[in-house]
């Protein structure tokens, strides 16, 4: 079975500039959360998708935003980067019943570097 | 505000130690917890996860969780430098899991 996919796997944009990042989740499942790595601030919840629907969402700006489409698939746009937004984004799939029967389990990440 | 707390590190032992990685959480509803390595440079891949009292064993790791003191740890036995990595423990928390900060393990040969 594939695992999570997230495409690209790295990023240089320029501030002000948008991005969109991609994931795609093991078949089957139907939550996708996305995360924010830094070093500082370890694994920050962004937002998490189960059947085309946000169920919750971190404390990020308004400038961070996703979707999930009908395949499960999803994207994260950031608009009018930040310096600050340069991090690994995670994107976790799982089945998404919440509990030990729906661990996480995490894509490559894209590594953005905002200039 | 479901909180999960770790010691950040490092935690340096030799090659063939014990590694005891220990993790607390604020929220004594939280019925599982999960186990994740981060190797620098890369995401974070499941380890193992424990949901009862007590010890569960897989290989050289063993997870035990004591839910009265909102306790729970990850031993690796026979420690090897490949071990060397980032321990994230983390508990399900709605529908999004909430994640310890992580601690840095050093296995020196």
């Known amino acids: 079975k594939a695992g999570v996919t997230q495409t690209p796997r790295y990023l240089i944009k320029t501030r002000g500039q948008q991005v969109t990042l991609s994931c795609s989740p093991i078949?089957?499942?139907?939550?996708v959360s996305w995360y924010q790595q830094t070093p500082g601030q370890g694994l920050q919840f962004l937002f998490e998708?189960?059947?085309?629907?946000?169920?919750n969402k971190g404390n990020f700006p308004g400038r961070f935003s996703g979707r999930q489409f009908s395949n499960s698939r999803s994207e994260m746009n950031v608009s009018t980067l930040e310096l600050g937004d340069s991090a690994l984004y995670l994107c976790?799939?799982?089945?998404?019943?919440?509990?030990?029967?729906?661990?996480?389990?995490f894509g490559n990440g894209t590594r953005l570097t905002v200039t | 505000q479901k909180e999960v707390e770790q010691n950040s590190g490092p935690l340096s032992v030799p090659e063939g130690a014990i590694a005891s990685l220990n993790c607390t959480y604020s929220?004594?509803?939280?019925?599982?917890f999960f186990w994740y390595r981060q190797y620098s440079g890369k995401s974070p891949e499941l380890i193992m996860f424990?949901?009862?009292?007590g010890d569960k064993e897989d290989g050289r790791f063993t997870a035990q969780l004591n839910k009265a003191s909102q306790y729970v740890s990850l031993l690796i036995r026979d420690s090897q430098p490949s071990d060397s990595a980032t321990y994230l423990c983390a508990a399900p928390g709605g529908q999004n899991f909430v994640f310890g900060p992580g601690t840095r393990l050093s296995v020196l040969p």
């Open positions: 929220d004594r509803g939280s019925q599982s």
């Open positions: 976790a799939s799982s089945l998404g019943s919440g509990d030990y029967n729906s661990p996480l389990h």
């Open positions: 078949s089957g499942h139907r939550s």
């Open positions: 998708y189960f059947s085309e629907t946000q169920r």
């Open positions: 424990i949901y009862s009292n």
